[in-house]
């Protein structure tokens, strides 16, 4: 089995691989490129198209001539000139991107086509591979759960995303050549005409809304499909998915994700979750309609079951007006009168989710358990009357789909900074005067003591009546959430929202705080026969600090009886969640990705020693300082043992409309990681190396990050660098963007330079925009050379079969392979006071040297050897993100030397920065 050679993890990085389809997207990139020059002169003049040609032209002389012919140019140009200028190569990157979105799709269904899915080929190593027993346990558990959030790194509006995907269509239609130009003309204008700046910051109901119609889309097309295939497949080889299993779930965090973002209320949740549930509903209605089309089985000619007969004289009892329009159509075919009641209930349940009434038992639905058991009995009830053929067509994909999104779409998570927990209940204990020393003033030992022994009391620690004259407006909107929580469950059932997330957690004190208010809601019961819980609490770990103690805190959790009942009440299965953008910003790559990887063999003993499944919770972002990379890569990095069947991932801003704007692009990515789940479950419970050799290996890695994360803070604590990532970076120019509802800088930030306050999205923002992209690489160099020195250079080949170090240094290579020190010095040059350029001194040592340690395990002598087309399309990119560097920079220095800037300035800025995010694929 393989250990994650390093030769073969070099990740394509959202491009393609084969020769045959890299020529059919250059193709397609000067098809589009060349409407869009067309597109440019026609609307701005040949002399606009002349500028253009001339710059790339320039451009490529730059190896030759040097760099000053370029800048001079791109610096005399007047700011609506520009403006124009940075939307004709912002474009391109656009139509580019479009285009390799298309052929990578092209590629990966001709893989699937040939029999090389990951789950075709997965299927049959598990007959081989693994134990039967073992088999049938995972697949009964299998749950992936991509979880969508509205992190603010889409610089796109939907109003362009949609043309794209448009474009996509076109492209990937097999259209006659004058057709396709045709349709592909008009869409190329539109673009052009189509403002790429959002004219306000989104709300969060509009993030909603966004997210809502990906999520719509993979549960019309992507989910069943990819559902089918993993039925069909094990069924080739045996195997088989049990009844009710769910192995694919949408989740989402817009709506409840309240840290940080002051505009995410407990009224805002429940508008957000209407717009789920609506959209829920309304797959089931359009998939209910095709069931009656087709189920038109007569018992003229074929039996039905009993249990049918009683469910259609029930259904008639509570909706005697659907047997009265229906009957004289649908006597004899019971299939279609069950489907008419099925219908009717979703459209009554539809109704009621709008107008907000009490669910009504058999008029409508409470979450989908009833609708799934309407459909359940017309399945045996075919299965049992020769209908095995037809049970397994549309009414089998209505299952699944029903299983995958129920009628809420998508679980929605809610996210708090645990400060506001301890802030609420010291209202409530203060209130009693029952603790000799003020809540908010115990210490951690003294919190857990009074919050153990009040989660055992079982008594009501709010007052029934008027408690919202209690504390202050944080006090009422904490206590509110809880109450929202409980409502939306009453309203659209238990699985719409039962996951609460705590950030910053530190000690047991801040998960038994949440157990405490979340009984008080009524979403917890403690009594002598045991726990009731409709809530899984969920720790966050953002910083390297609470990974290493996530073990310690996991464990003091679980030895609390009380918070041990609720676990057991929840099926034995405590999630964690484990960041991974805080702990890069805080301590850098190497110590981030090792606190991550040692933190989770810690919480898999401390799981396995309490009796307790492990469901972890990945905070990726899409960025590689951010958590970023290739899926299937990052799971079978994880240590043996911690993947148990299910898994979370967070699916962030620009991620989500690279991987799921195409239906094929959807399946394929779901596809890979559902098969990367498994394998882990059953092919990686124990080690693939000898405990002495991961020994060795953790020593190296011990070396390393150490090394890594004294230079890194070595960079972070320098005291200019504050004043030197401002400067350098159009990181405060990131607002006018409007891509996110959530502020850009923690509640309670001042205006003075801090990197504290700052969140770690726009600092990924700020470093990529520059090309320095800091947080994708700096410390690894010297945390090589450390371990070297130190006498590891053989255990560090050796760590090359090893898939963590694997995944970790070709993370680290493709973003070396974008970084740019060449460009990060015209931003140096003309932005940075003098007395701060000797930060990029630093960063520029560490670059050469990380780059050296790299390529010396690369089976290359240049980066990303061993993928020459990927090399390729990132030196052709170049010469089109040039022009927009130059732009930016020039731009940014204008724009400082005065208070109201110019708007075509402004609009040039914002231009470039759409334009890097585009070309990069990476906003932050």
């Known amino acids: 089995m393989s250990t994650g050679r390093r030769s073969d993890t070099v990740s394509n990085e959202s491009s393609v691989s084969s020769e045959s389809e890299h020529s059919a997207l250059r193709t397609d990139i000067r098809r589009l490129s060349t409407l869009l020059g067309k597109t440019l002169a026609r609307q701005n003049g040949e002399d606009m198209l002349d500028l253009v040609e001339k710059v790339r032209h320039l451009v490529r002389e730059v190896p030759e001539r040097g760099d000053t012919e370029i800048r001079d140019l791109l610096a005399s140009l007047d700011p609506g000139t520009a403006a124009v200028l940075a939307r004709a190569f912002a474009t391109y990157f656009h139509l580019a991107n479009v285009a390799e979105q298309t052929h990578r799709a092209s590629e990966r269904r001709a893989v699937h086509e040939g029999g090389e899915g990951p789950i ?22 299998l749950q992936l759960k991509p979880t969508f959030t509205a992190h603010p790194t889409e610089a796109q509006r939907q109003s362009v995303l949609g043309k794209l995907r448009a474009i996509a269509g076109i492209l990937g239609d ?53 559902l089918t295939v993993l039925d069909e497949e094990l069924d080739r080889v045996g195997l088989h998915l049990p009844e009710g299993a769910r192995p694919l779930v949408l989740g989402c965090w817009v709506g409840g994700d309240r840290d940080g973002n002051p505009n995410v209320t407990a009224e805002l949740t429940t508008d957000v979750m209407t717009v789920y549930a609506d959209r829920g509903v309304r797959i089931q209605l359009g998939l209910i309609e095709e069931l009656v089309q087709e189920l038109s089985m007569s018992t003229r000619l074929v039996g039905v079951s009993e249990d049918l007969r009683r469910s259609l004289a029930k259904d008639r009892r509570h909706l005697p007006e659907i047997y009265d329009r229906f009957v004289r159509l649908n006597a004899e075919e019971p299939y279609r009168l069950k489907c008419s009641y099925v219908y009717a209930r979703l459209e009554n349940t539809r109704a009621r989710y709008a ?57 929605m998570d809610v996210r708090e900074h645990t400060k506001f927990h301890h802030t609420a209940l010291a209202a409530l204990f203060d209130r009693l005067g029952e603790l000799e020393t003020p809540y908010g003033e115990l210490d951690h030992a003294h919190r857990i003591e009074v919050l153990s022994a ?85 720790p966050l770990f953002e910083t390297a600090t609470e990974l290493k103690i996530s073990g310690d805190l996991l464990d003091g959790m679980l030895s609390d009886p009380s918070y041990r009942a609720i676990v057991a009440a929840r099926g034995d299965v405590q999630e964690m969640m484990l960041g991974y953008s805080d702990s890069n910003k805080g301590a850098g790559i190497t110590t981030s990705q090792w606190s991550i990887h040692t933190a989770q063999r810690q919480l898999r003993d401390v799981a396995a020693k309490h009796g307790v499944r492990l469901r972890l919770f990945h905070g990726r972002g899409g960025s590689v300082g951010r958590g970023g990379g290739p899926a299937a890569e990052g799971i079978a990095a994880q240590p043996h043992g911690v993947v148990d069947a299910v898994m979370k991932v967070t699916e962030q801003g620009e991620v989500i409309s690279d991987k799921y704007s195409l239906p094929s692009l959807a399946e394929d990515n779901l596809e890979i990681m559902l098969s990367a789940v498994l394998e882990a479950t059953l092919l990686h419970q124990t080690s693939r190396v000898p405990a002495d050799q991961l020994k060795r290996w953790d020593e190296a890695m011990d070396v390393i990050s150490d090394a890594a994360q004294e230079a890194y803070s070595g960079l972070v604590g320098h005291e200019g660098l504050p004043n030197f990532f401002t400067q350098a970076t159009p990181v405060d120019e990131l607002s006018m963007l409007n891509v996110g509802s959530r502020p850009g800088k923690r509640p309670g930030a001042g205006g003075d330079a801090s990197l504290d306050d700052l969140r770690a999205i726009p600092w990924v923002f700020g470093w990529t925009q520059t090309r320095m992209i800091v947080p994708g690489w700096f410390g690894l160099g010297s945390g090589l050379k450390a371990a070297r020195e130190a006498g590891y250079d053989d255990v560090i080949e050796e760590m090359k079969d090893w898939a963590f170090f694997a995944n970790l240094l070709s993370n680290v290579e493709m973003t070396l392979a974008k970084t740019d020190m060449r460009i990060a010095g015209f931003y140096v040059a003309e932005l940075v006071d003098p007395e701060l350029q000797n930060v990029f001194e630093i960063i520029k040592a560490e670059h050469a040297l990380t780059l050296r340690e790299v390529l010396a395990l690369s089976p290359g002598d240049a980066l990303l050897a061993n993928n020459p087309l990927l090399r390729q399309t990132l030196e052709v990119r170049e010469s089109y993100l040039e022009p927009l560097h130059h732009l930016q920079v020039h731009a940014l220095a204008e724009r400082r030397t005065v208070s109201e800037p110019d708007p075509d300035l402004q609009r040039a800025l914002l231009l470039t920065v759409n334009g890097i995010s585009a070309g990069m694929r990476n906003t932050g």
Not at 378 to 396: E, F, V, W, Y
Request: no cysteine; aromatic share 4%; glycine share 6%.
């Open 355 to 411: 107008a907000g009434t009490p669910h009504v038992p058999g008029r409508d639905y409470l979450g989908s358990t009833e609708y799934l058991h309407d459909l359940e009995v017309m399945d045996r009830s075919l299965r049992s009357h020769q209908g095995d053929r037809i049970a397994d067509g549309t009414l089998r994909d209505v299952m699944r789909t029903a299983n995958a999104v129920g009628l809420h779409l998508a679980s």
């Open 174 to 226: 097999g259209l006659p050549e004058d057709v396709a130009e045709t349709k592909l003309a008009r869409l190329v204008d539109l673009m052009w005409q189509t403002d790429e700046i959002r004219p306000e910051r989104p709300t969060v109901l509009d993030e909603a809304r966004s997210v809502a119609y990906y999520l719509e889309q993979l549960g019309r097309h992507a989910v069943p499909e990819v």
């Open 120 to 141: 075709h080929l997965l299927a049959e190593r598990l007959v081989t591979e693994a134990d039967p027993d073992e088999v049938a346990t995972a697949l009964s558990r």
């Open 454 to 538: 009040e989660l055992a009391g079982r008594r009501a620690l709010t007052p029934r009546r008027n408690w919202q004259a209690i504390g202050d407006d944080s006090f009422r909107e904490t206590l509110e959430v809880f109450d929202t929580i409980r409502e939306v469950q009453e309203t659209y059932g238990e699985e719409a929202l039962h996951t609460y997330i705590m950030s910053m957690a530190q000690n047991v004190d801040d998960v038994l705080a949440v157990a405490v208010l979340a009984r008080e809601a009524g979403l917890i019961e403690l009594t002598v026969d045991g726990a009731r819980s409709s809530i899984d609490i969920v």
